[in-house]
């Protein structure tokens, strides 16, 4: 982010306006509808500013740095290039925040299109790249949000206290919240009176309250386990139910595999707990992940253990799943959209094919604890191969699978960082898959798809099957 | 949408009937879209999604019969498209997976217009998911195959590699194979397939009508050969090493989250020519 979106506290404070144009009267319908105190400086007074009248005092003069005493923020809008400029800089000096109308490099703050629904509001800002891009988007969003949103927020605050007098655990509060307003993506709610909103909202606290009791008296802590599905990497792949256990969730618990842009999408106040293995921390156990879940369990939150990809596609969540409901922790499985099909579809690959392939096969191209993958009989004709964190093996893989009686001009396409920023793709002969590797330092996390259909591919160059070497000297020249 | 110059065709995954397994990125593209072309196998609640003018368009391709009307889809996707239109074409599961987009994209690329797969969650992960059953596992399910029990003609693939299907060493999902599961069964267990290897039939997957039975190979190639209630009902057969099978026990865990609020399903036929006029609002 270039510049941190805030909300200002304005009661009982000074906000002042230099200038009467129209830029001046546009901030000023703004600022009028805030709790501060409008002052404006215009050398022609009242002449240029009769409408605001009672709302706003006026100095008939032109600016002098003095007028900036008590301010809190000020906008220059004289519309003279000039005297804005010498605005900003006593401001400046003054240390009173300044905005100067369509003059972003000299704005120390930028006023963003809104949408108003008292007290809700959303600030959409493009820091000056494209407002009109800024105010379609608050045309969109304005026509979404139903006008009656603000009073639901009112009512809900009014309701604070007394729901912690019944709910005095943080975390059961969270679940009233998330509850009562999944109701109210219906516009149902927004039909009710104030009395028949509170009526609500104190009928739902005392049977969350009840529900609570039962849950102790039945001797569980209320916590559960969420395997859930991050899919490959891209953050809109998630489905909207993981995003929803992102957003409810009390504790998150991922991996590196899992990509950073995805976290962005989680509640922010949850707890982030990173197991995987990274620089100059001892890496977790499985025993020991399995342990964190049920601790953070049996404490009653609601625990998200993020998984790249699909939680039962080559995920270990199986393990989990057994610790878990060994220990008496409820689990359930969010299914997320599996690598193969992420890579695939983001470099048109389709996995299977009326003529080329009628079965896939996902397989990993390393075996945790050991052993080595076996390739003997994954390769047939229309048949796909899809080689998970296959770039380590690369050599075994191609030695195998031609050993195994696929021909070495197989079409192969690699796809690093699949689905996310910097994803690369490369594409050659399966013979030919450790070289490729190699000549372009292909990292992990890369999926490998191995087959007829890898020459469908959007970019599939015309001479993808040629020997990698064939022009060895004149590339190293 | 009027400000794009040219058409677009969306080929969007919608997952296996859950409307909340969706993902954002389809979600986003049905509430862009101009007009949704649809299976029988992908409508319901997802579509609620669309716009509430967008042309919606049930196109009525059913699992296991020739679908005679492939030319008239292909020509729906480029005639919309070409209007300079955002189409989304809908397909059940993870759109490249079985999902016989070849002629459309054959199609679409002859029309020269712009196209894009959205991937999302297949059956097999939902199945999974339910069951409480990894697809893979270390040292007993070292890899996990797809492959459709129905070819394009409807009947079992002649290319089936049955040795590979019968290793023990890998979970195999299939596709569309009820109908001719008891022939398939059959091969695999000449082949040395023990007929005792847990097996599992999931019907209706993430929807209210989801049935999970546990079963064994030989006792499923059994129990498929009398016809299912609902036959158009889409069903999914898993076998192989199952490992969690024996280690969770008859204790599957809960499919997924709690029932999420999500707007109520527009009351769509599947196969109506355009339903616009059935939608709320």
């Known amino acids: ?477 | 949408m009027t400000d794009t110059p040219s058409g677009f065709v969306s080929f969007v995954s919608a997952g296996p009937g859950d409307p909340g397994l969706l993902t954002l990125h389809a979600v986003d593209r049905l509430k862009r879209a101009d007009a949704v072309l649809f299976d029988d196998l992908a409508s319901g609640p997802i579509l609620a999604h669309a716009r509430a003018d967008a042309d919606l368009i049930g196109v009525g391709k059913r699992a296991g019969r020739p679908s005679p009307r492939q030319d008239h889809i292909s020509r729906l996707l480029i005639d919309y498209a070409e209007r300079g239109l955002r189409v989304v074409r809908l397909k059940a599961g993870d759109a490249g997976l079985f999902g016989r987009l070849e002629e459309e994209i054959v199609a679409v690329r002859g029309a020269g217009l712009g196209y894009e797969i959205v991937p999302g969650v297949t059956a097999a992960c939902a199945a999974a998911a339910a069951a409480g059953l990894p697809l893979t596992r270390r040292l007993t399910a070292r890899r996990v195959q797809f492959v459709t029990g129905h070819d394009a003609r409807g009947d079992l693939p002649d290319d089936l590699d049955l040795a590979a299907l019968a290793d023990r060493h890998a979970t195999t999902v299939v596709y569309m194979g009820r109908r001719t599961f008891s022939r398939l069964a059959e091969a695999l267990m000449a082949q040395g397939l023990p007929g005792d290897t847990p097996a599992l039939l999931a019907e209706a997957v993430s929807t209210p009508a989801e049935h999970l039975t546990r079963t064994t190979v030989h006792e499923l190639a059994l129990a498929v050969a009398t016809p299912p209630a609902d036959p158009a009902a889409p069903a999914l057969i898993l076998f192989g090493a199952l490992a969690a099978a024996e280690a969770v026990g008859d204790h599957p865990v809960p499919a997924t989250a709690p029932a999420s609020a999500h707007p109520p399903a527009p009351d769509v036929r599947p196969g109506d020519r355009r339903c616009r006029e059935t939608r709320h609002g």
């Open chain 1, 1 to 477: 982010m270039r510049t941190l979106p805030i909300n200002v506290r304005l009661d009982g404070r000074t906000v002042l306006v230099v200038g009467d144009g129209e830029a001046a009267h546009a901030k000023l319908r703004l600022l009028a509808k805030t709790p501060a105190r409008l002052r404006v400086v215009a050398p022609d007074g009242w002449a240029g500013l009769g409408d605001w009248r009672g709302r706003v005092e006026v100095t008939a003069r032109a600016f002098e740095p003095a007028d900036l005493a008590g301010v809190a923020l000020v906008y220059a809008a004289t519309e003279d290039a000039a005297a804005d400029t010498a605005v900003a800089s006593a401001a400046r000096a003054a240390g009173v925040p300044v905005n100067v109308v369509d003059r972003p490099a000299l704005c120390d703050f930028i006023t963003p299109a809104i949408v108003d629904r008292d007290p809700l509001s959303i600030a959409i800002c493009t820091n000056g790249g494209a407002p009109v891009l800024g105010r379609r988007l608050r045309a969109r969003i304005e026509a979404w949000l139903p006008q009656g949103f603000g009073r639901l927020v009112d009512n809900a605050a009014g309701f604070r206290d007394r729901l912690k007098a019944v709910l005095p655990e943080g975390a059961d509060r969270r679940r009233f919240w998330d509850r009562f307003f999944d109701g109210a993506a219906g516009d149902d709610l927004l039909a009710l009176s104030d009395d028949a909103l509170g009526a609500r909202l104190e009928r739902l606290a005392q049977t969350a309250a009840a529900e609570r009791d039962q849950g102790k008296a039945a001797g569980e802590a209320g916590g559960e386990v969420l395997l859930v599905g991050a899919g490959p990497g891209d953050p809109e792949l998630l489905t909207l139910k993981a995003h929803r256990a992102l957003q409810q969730a009390d504790v998150i618990v991922y991996d590196r595999l899992v990509s950073e842009d995805v976290l962005d999408y989680a509640r922010r106040d949850a707890r982030f707990v990173h197991v995987g293995k990274r620089a100059g921390h001892p890496s977790w156990g499985q025993a020991a992940i399995n342990d964190l879940l049920i601790r953070e369990a049996r404490a009653g939150n609601r625990v998200v253990r993020l998984k790249s990809g699909d939680p039962f596609v080559f995920g270990r969540a199986g393990e989990e799943v057994e610790d878990l409901t060994a220990a008496g922790v409820a689990v359930s499985v969010v299914p997320g959209v599996t690598a193969a099909a992420g890579c695939a579809a983001h470099s048109l690959i389709p996995l299977t094919h009326r003529d080329h392939a009628s079965a896939v096969t996902l397989v990993t191209g390393q075996l945790k604890g050991g052993g080595a993958q076996s390739w003997r009989g994954l390769y047939g004709p229309g048949r796909t191969l899809a080689v998970y964190m296959g770039v380590t093996t690369a050599r075994d893989i191609a030695q195998g699978l031609t050993g195994d009686g696929a021909p070495a001009d197989l079409p192969v396409a690699i796809i690093e960082r699949g689905t996310q920023a910097g994803e690369r793709r490369v594409y050659g002969r399966l013979v030919d898959l450790p070289d490729l590797v190699a000549v372009h330092a292909i990292e992990s996390p890369a999926m490998i798809v191995i087959g007829e259909v890898a020459r469908l591919a959007r970019d599939w160059p015309a001479e993808a099957l040629a020997p990698l070497f064939a022009d060895a000297e004149s590339r190293a020249g």
